[in-house]
């Protein structure tokens, strides 16, 4: 176990080695922060001055092991747009998008699993069938649309919830949260519900199809020989069994709900990274391009890693294996 986790760490550093070089990059051959900074007017001299205070002067290992030692300590230099530390702004807007993807997730998660599970015990039923096509349009349809349909019904013709923004928010020390008001719950139930939609489909679909697939095995149906009741046989063998490749699947979709709430946060004009980030593109805003892909790599790094160690917790045979295996 220990030697399997530290095998994980390893690969996670050079994950995250190979995207702090992709973003530096970024800085090397993306424009001029020079220019950026000072405009066209400034003379040879203050382009001079400015780039031995960056660093630029340096070589490129040099400058590398200072990005990836600021990296570490999250400093990512100044925003080219706003004026502002990177660190300060990504500190404002993390918040709203965890807080929008961790709803997202959730309802997902609450709705995909036992939505899968009835999906794959009452299959050929009326109501079943019905799930299934729903879902072929939850997977087919793109978000922004599903995003804008959920507008025009919900806080266009039906007035009862709001169309943009975050809504009242209440600070808890230097962490913003709207789920404590009202306002902001009303606010985050669209946007939540357009993100989460491609993957409570995507875990119903996978739920229902491993289920199917593990209720055809030997052990169930030695299980059933055995006299043990359909909810025994169903959540206590079949459901667990089905649950390790659907680990792989939702842990993978949750970091996307991070990294791909672009669209959403756009849609809705909700103040969160990928609004952010949409913007940095827009303008070129180097430092904040290269801290939203080191922090989205992140995530998803420790996400993987997390659904690895679940599976000693999900699967008893990976725990009699060797780590080689």
Same mark, same amino acid.
């Given at each position: 176990?220990?030697?399997?986790?530290?095998?994980?760490?390893?690969?996670?550093?050079?994950?995250?080695?190979a995207?702090?070089?992709?973003?530096?990059?970024?800085?090397?051959?993306?424009?001029? !922060?020079?220019?950026?900074?000072?405009?066209?007017?400034?003379?040879?001299?203050?382009?001079?001055?400015?780039?031995?205070?960056?660093?630029?002067?340096?070589?490129?290992?040099? +400058?590398?092991?200072?990005?990836?030692?600021?990296?570490?300590?999250?400093?990512?230099?100044?925003?080219?747009?706003?004026?502002?530390?990177?660190?300060?702004?990504i500190?404002?807007?993390? !918040?709203? @998008?965890?807080?929008?993807?961790?709803?997202?997730?959730?309802?997902?998660?609450?709705?995909?699993?036992?939505?899968?599970?009835?999906?794959?015990?009452?299959?050929?039923?009326?109501?079943?069938?019905?799930?299934?096509?729903?879902?072929?349009? *939850?997977?087919?349809?793109?978000?922004?649309?599903?995003?804008?349909?959920?507008?025009?019904?919900?806080?266009? +013709?039906?007035?009862?919830?709001p169309?943009? *923004?975050?809504?009242?928010?209440?600070?808890?020390?230097?962490?913003?949260? *709207?789920?404590? @008001?009202?306002?902001?719950i009303?606010?985050?139930?669209?946007?939540?519900?357009?993100?989460?939609?491609?993957?409570?489909?995507?875990?119903?679909?996978?739920?229902?199809?491993?289920?199917?697939?593990?209720?055809?095995?030997?052990?169930?149906?030695?299980?059933?020989?055995?006299?043990?009741?359909?909810?025994?046989?169903?959540?206590?063998?079949?459901?667990?069994?089905?649950l390790? !490749?659907?680990?792989?699947?939702?842990?993978?979709?949750?970091?996307?709900?991070?990294a791909?709430?672009?669209?959403?946060?756009?849609?809705?004009?909700?103040?969160?990274?990928?609004?952010?980030?949409?913007?940095?593109?827009?303008?070129?805003?180097?430092?904040?391009?290269?801290?939203?892909?080191?922090?989205?790599?992140?995530?998803?790094?420790?996400?993987?890693?997390?659904?690895?160690?679940?599976?000693?917790?999900?699967?008893?045979?990976?725990?009699?294996? !060797?780590?080689?295996?």
């Amino acid at each position: 176990m220990l030697v399997y986790i530290l095998r994980r760490l390893v690969q996670a550093l050079v994950v995250m080695l190979a995207v702090a070089l992709i973003a530096f990059m970024l800085f090397q051959y993306v424009g001029d !922060p020079v220019a950026n900074l000072l405009g066209q007017d400034a003379t040879p001299e203050q382009r001079e001055q400015l780039r031995k205070d960056l660093g630029l002067d340096q070589s490129f290992i040099v +400058q590398f092991s200072h990005f990836v030692g600021n990296a570490v300590r999250g400093e990512f230099g100044i925003s080219l747009r706003q004026g502002r530390e990177v660190s300060v702004l990504i500190a404002e807007r993390f !918040p709203a @998008t965890l807080e929008l993807a961790s709803v997202a997730a959730l309802i997902a998660l609450a709705l995909g699993i036992p939505l899968g599970v009835y999906a794959a015990l009452r299959r050929g039923r009326f109501f079943s069938q019905l799930l299934m096509a729903l879902s072929l349009l *939850g997977v087919s349809l793109p978000t922004f649309l599903i995003g804008i349909l959920l507008i025009l019904i919900f806080a266009v +013709q039906l007035k009862w919830l709001p169309s943009f *923004g975050r809504g009242d928010v209440v600070m808890l020390g230097s962490w913003s949260t *709207g789920l404590l @008001t009202w306002d902001g719950i009303k606010h985050l139930l669209l946007p939540a519900v357009t993100l989460s939609v491609f993957q409570l489909t995507l875990i119903m679909r996978l739920v229902r199809a491993e289920m199917l697939e593990v209720l055809r095995t030997d052990y169930i149906k030695f299980a059933r020989a055995r006299g043990l009741s359909d909810q025994a046989v169903y959540f206590g063998h079949a459901l667990k069994n089905t649950l390790v !490749p659907v680990i792989t699947i939702t842990g993978l979709e949750l970091g996307s709900l991070i990294a791909f709430a672009i669209i959403t946060e756009t849609v809705f004009q909700w103040p969160g990274m990928g609004l952010l980030f949409i913007q940095a593109v827009q303008f070129a805003d180097i430092p904040v391009m290269a801290a939203y892909l080191c922090l989205i790599s992140f995530i998803f790094v420790v996400i993987n890693l997390a659904v690895d160690l679940l599976y000693f917790a999900v699967d008893p045979r990976l725990r009699v294996q !060797p780590s080689g295996h």
